[in-house]
């Protein structure tokens, strides 16, 4: 995938974000998969690729990457979300491998999560979901939730579809005025 790129890269979902801009795609998020490239995506663990955009020149994409790195972090969450909603890794994707299939459990193994009773041993507790996912507690035992995620986090939206009141979408389409080439 030698093209120019620019490529955003996440420690975890909702984690912490890297913005770059590359001319091969492959050869530098392997360089930080493998821990190679020095500086903030090593100190921080940052390797998981979760959006990239391909430009004709490096010039566009270098142009990307600073006005990308200026906007607010809703912005660059949103970004993402619109084409990779469950912030998958992308880097079967971007080298031809085959994704690891994820296999459900069958419905009797999870039995009881929700209730507070232990998991049954066909599946270990690392990889269940517990029934409070998503809701914010005090640190206090027996505390109410102080916040919920939104019903609507994560729901795909038309991308087509663009409001030009909106700051956003705006930056994605480039008609950003007040970034300026410092050139």
């Given at each position: 995938?030698?093209?120019?790129?620019?490529?955003?890269?996440?420690?975890?979902?909702?984690?912490?974000?890297?913005?770059?801009?590359?001319?091969?795609?492959?050869?530098?998020?392997?360089?930080?998969k493998e821990g190679l490239a020095e500086g903030f995506t090593k100190t921080y663990g940052v390797?998981?690729?979760?959006?990239?955009?391909?430009?004709?020149?490096?010039?566009?994409?270098?142009?990307?990457?600073?006005?990308?790195?200026k906007w607010l972090r809703e912005w660059k969450l949103k970004t993402i979300e619109q084409t990779?909603?469950?912030?998958?890794?992308?880097?079967?994707?971007?080298?031809?491998?085959?994704?690891?299939?994820?296999?459900?459990?069958?419905?009797?193994t999870i039995r009881g999560m929700a209730a507070g009773t232990q998991p049954s041993p066909a599946?270990?507790?690392?990889?269940?979901?517990?029934?409070?996912?998503?809701?914010?507690?005090?640190?206090?035992?027996?505390?109410?939730?102080?916040?919920?995620?939104?019903?609507?986090?994560?729901?795909?939206?038309?991308?087509?579809?663009?409001?030009?009141?909106?700051?956003?979408?705006?930056?994605?389409?480039?008609?950003?005025?007040?970034?300026?080439?410092?050139?």
């Amino acid at each position: 995938m030698k093209q120019p790129a620019v490529y955003i890269l996440a420690s975890q979902r909702n984690g912490t974000l890297y913005i770059g801009a590359t001319s091969d795609l492959i050869q530098r998020i392997w360089q930080h998969k493998e821990g190679l490239a020095e500086g903030f995506t090593k100190t921080y663990g940052v390797k998981m690729l979760v959006w990239y955009e391909q430009h004709e020149t490096m010039e566009s994409a270098i142009h990307k990457e600073r006005a990308m790195k200026k906007w607010l972090r809703e912005w660059k969450l949103k970004t993402i979300e619109q084409t990779n909603p469950d912030w998958h890794d992308l880097w079967p994707e971007i080298t031809g491998e085959k994704p690891q299939a994820v296999v459900p459990a069958p419905d009797n193994t999870i039995r009881g999560m929700a209730a507070g009773t232990q998991p049954s041993p066909a599946i270990p507790v690392s990889s269940a979901i517990p029934a409070q996912a998503g809701i914010q507690q005090d640190k206090q035992v027996g505390a109410q939730p102080t916040s919920v995620v939104p019903a609507q986090a994560g729901t795909q939206q038309n991308i087509n579809t663009f409001d030009s009141s909106n700051p956003l979408d705006s930056r994605i389409r480039g008609n950003d005025g007040a970034l300026k080439d410092a050139r």
